[in-house]
């Protein structure tokens, strides 16, 4: 297998038609790759976006694909799928695919060479890349919000506030329409120049200031794109947002909205119930 997978999730396709390259037993079950796929993977060392779910389908017949995943082959021709992945996305010596695990056995229509279409679900898709917008303006929020709280320069988000995100954050778990984010706020975010105790003693004004910038930025019903510097799993794919305050870039490999008119409102809670731990839970609401 001499190519990487080619992707049109970027550019929000659902559907396409593709050749079967190749069908392998895996612990994930039966994985199915093909040369081109609408399907967006989940990540195997940052897994914030769920893979997307769908069918695979031939002549009328059609059988279910669980939940895309990153998948490699290495130069000797060994696949390896999803957390079994040994090596970080675009490493040297192997080539990067997206595997189709099935719902079931593969049936006998699904060979090696069978041009074959392939469909994601829709509902899921679209509220996925609801979620992930969501997910990435409350973290633009959220720095906002803090700015104030730092006595060092933590290096700037994408519209050049404190990056508050780039520091803490230690995972991103997004779902249909919202997201829960966890940041560290141990002692090395002190070292670094961040004020935990008054952000502990302020934290309800904070989470109002969070959602009303949220409230700002969804009234102004701004463009929002994936740009993607290639067509292929590993090249570069960055989030867009033309927000009134400026243009955010954010390197992405998932799927988004079009436009925040699609959405009535994004709002947020923190819980600092554990004071060594921040959770933030995003919630979007869809426009009818």
């Not at 396409?16 to 039966?30: D, F, K, Y």
Request: aromatic letters at 6%.
């Amino acid at each position: 297998m001499s190519s990487s997978t080619i992707v049109s999730f970027a550019a929000g396709a659902v559907t396409g038609s593709s050749t079967v390259q190749r069908i392998e037993a895996t612990p994930n079950g039966t994985v199915v790759i093909v040369d081109a796929t609408p399907f967006h993977p989940v990540d195997h060392t940052w897994p914030d976006q769920p893979g997307d779910s769908g069918e695979i389908a031939f002549d009328g017949s059609a059988v279910r694909i669980t939940e895309a995943l990153m998948a490699a082959v290495s130069d000797e021709g060994e696949l390896a799928v999803g957390v079994d992945i040994p090596v970080k996305r675009g490493a040297e010596g192997w080539t990067w695919l997206v595997g189709h695990p099935l719902d079931g056995d593969a049936p006998e229509w699904l060979t090696e060479g069978a041009r074959v279409e392939l469909s994601v679900d829709v509902p899921r898709r679209a509220g996925l890349s609801r979620g992930h917008t969501a997910c990435h303006l409350a973290s633009l929020a959220l720095d906002l919000a803090l700015s104030d709280l730092w006595r060092k320069d933590p290096g700037a988000d994408a519209l050049g506030n404190p990056n508050f995100e780039a520091k803490a954050n230690q995972s991103s778990r997004i779902h249909e329409d919202g997201a829960v984010d966890e940041y560290r706020l141990g002692k090395s975010l002190r070292r670094a120049g961040f004020d935990t105790e008054t952000f502990a003693a302020t934290l309800a004004d904070r989470e109002a200031a969070i959602n009303t910038q949220l409230a700002a930025w969804v009234d102004s019903a701004a463009p929002s794109r994936v740009v993607a510097d290639g067509s292929t799993i590993v090249d570069r794919r960055s989030w867009h947002c033309e927000l009134p305050d400026g243009t955010a870039e954010i390197l992405c490999g998932g799927t988004h909205v079009a436009s925040l008119d699609e959405f009535v409102s994004i709002s947020v809670s923190l819980d600092l119930t554990d004071p060594q731990l921040l959770v933030m839970t995003t919630t979007a609401v869809i426009a009818a």
